[in-house]
T-cell receptor, first 120, second 115 residues
Framework: DVKVTQSSRYLVKRTGEKVFLECVQD?????MFWYRQDPGLGLRLIYF???????EKGDIPEGYSVSREKKERFSLILESASTNQTSMYLC???????????????????FGAGSRLTVL | AQKVTQAQTEISVVEKEDVTLDCVYE???????LFWYKQPPSGELVFLIR??????QNEISGRYSWNFQKSTSSFNFTITASQVVDSAVYFC????????????FGIGTKLQVIP
């Protein structure tokens, strides 16, 4: 089974701290994603990456950056955490978009368990 | 831009009742994928189904069934004879085909099945 592992399940940080959220997947997926989940807002895409050292902004990239130095690892960075970044952060991965449309796994996201971040 | 609407934010049913979760989507593209994911209380989203835009055939998997209607831009999910283990948040999602397209999620429907 594909596994997406997020390094921290719960974090508590102070305003202004730099925060690293790590995500590792073990199935050689090209695509990786970071979402945040908030009540009433669903999942919103922060950043995604379709290859090593490649990244694309999602819907809400402000206040975040990402790093993809290795294929299996996709890190989300909060340069200076703020209270409005208190949220559940979800990492996901998938096989490439060019995969045949008939492929059973094409475009299916596999999620990690999430990292709940509280910024005080 | 695409959009997914799940108008039901919370639903409560008594065990063994049938329940339908609604999903309406908007896109100008003619080819796309639709998905349903389940998020149990443990937190990890789990993939349930993917449907291609050119395949309107309904699907049944055990107690789960999905009704895809392009004419109404809907992709509804029905659970028959609900069980307590079905209690979760369910997300409908849309992804356009071609290139590096993002997945757009609805806000989710929280289903509570009461014993």
């Amino acid at each position: 089974d594909v596994k997406v592992t997020q390094s921290s399940r719960y974090l508590v940080k102070r305003t202004g701290e730099k925060v690293f959220l790590e995500c590792v997947q073990d199935m050689d997926h090209e695509n990786m994603f970071w979402y945040r989940q908030d009540p009433g807002l669903g999942l919103r895409l922060i950043y995604f990456s379709y290859d090593v050292k490649m990244k694309e902004k999602g819907d809400i990239p402000e206040g975040y950056s990402v790093s993809r130095e290795k294929k299996e690892r996709f890190s989300l960075i909060l340069e200076s955490a703020s209270t409005n970044q208190t949220s559940m952060y979800l990492c996901a991965s998938s096989i490439p978009p060019g995969t045949s449309i008939s492929s059973s796994g094409a475009n299916v996201l596999t999620f990690g368990a999430g990292s709940r971040l509280t910024v005080l | 831009a695409q959009k997914v609407t799940q108008a039901q934010t919370e639903i409560s049913v008594v065990e063994k009742e049938d329940v339908t979760l609604d999903c309406v989507y908007e896109t100008r593209d003619t080819t796309y994928y639709l998905f349903w994911y389940k998020q149990p209380p443990s937190g990890e989203l789990v993939f349930l189904i993917r449907r291609n835009s050119f395949d309107e055939q309904n699907e049944i998997s055990g107690r789960y069934s999905w009704n895809f209607q392009k004419s109404t831009s809907s992709f509804n999910f029905t659970i028959t004879a609900s069980q307590v283990v079905d209690s979760a948040v369910y997300f409908c999602a849309l992804r356009l085909t071609g290139g590096y397209q993002k997945v757009t999620f609805g806000i989710g429907t929280k289903l509570q099945v009461i014993p």
